[in-house]
Nanobody
Framework: VQLVESGGALVHSGDSLRLSCAAY????????MMWYRQAPGKERELVAS?????????NYGESVKGRFTISRDNAKEMVYLEMNSLKPEDTAVYYC??????????WGQGTQVTVSS
């Protein structure tokens, strides 16, 4: 099983960015997918999650509500994080995570997002 994130970049405050996570080797549609982030010196925090199957349920961290959108494409086995109105405090390494009850949890290697003011 492998999760591979991409799309991280250096951007300016107010810009938009889309992160992608490709999943390999798991029954993707059966997994709840999440984006986490970790800034230097801080603990890893949940940014957004999307339910398995149809992805009808999404949840967001308070700091990103209204600015970030998580989505999934089961046919492509991809999960995305659309980030708008980026702020310097969004600077972090962003990680993709896959979880299913009774199964191991899987993490990607992370992608760096840096927002300059």
């Amino acid at each position: 099983v492998q999760l591979v994130e991409s799309g991280g970049a250096l951007v300016h405050s107010g810009d938009s960015l889309r992160l992608s996570c490709a999943a390999y080797g798991l029954n993707f549609r059966d997994y709840r997918m999440m984006w986490y982030r970790q800034a230097p010196g801080k603990e890893r925090e949940l940014v957004a999650s999307i339910s398995s199957l149809g992805g009808t349920t999404t949840n967001y961290g308070e700091s990103v509500k209204g600015r970030f959108t998580i989505s999934r494409d089961n046919a492509k086995e991809m999960v995305y994080l659309e980030m708008n109105s980026l702020k310097p405090e969004d600077t972090a390494v962003y990680y993709c995570k896959a979880a299913q009850i009774g199964r191991p949890v899987y993490w990607g290697q992370g992608t760096q997002v840096t927002v300059s003011s």
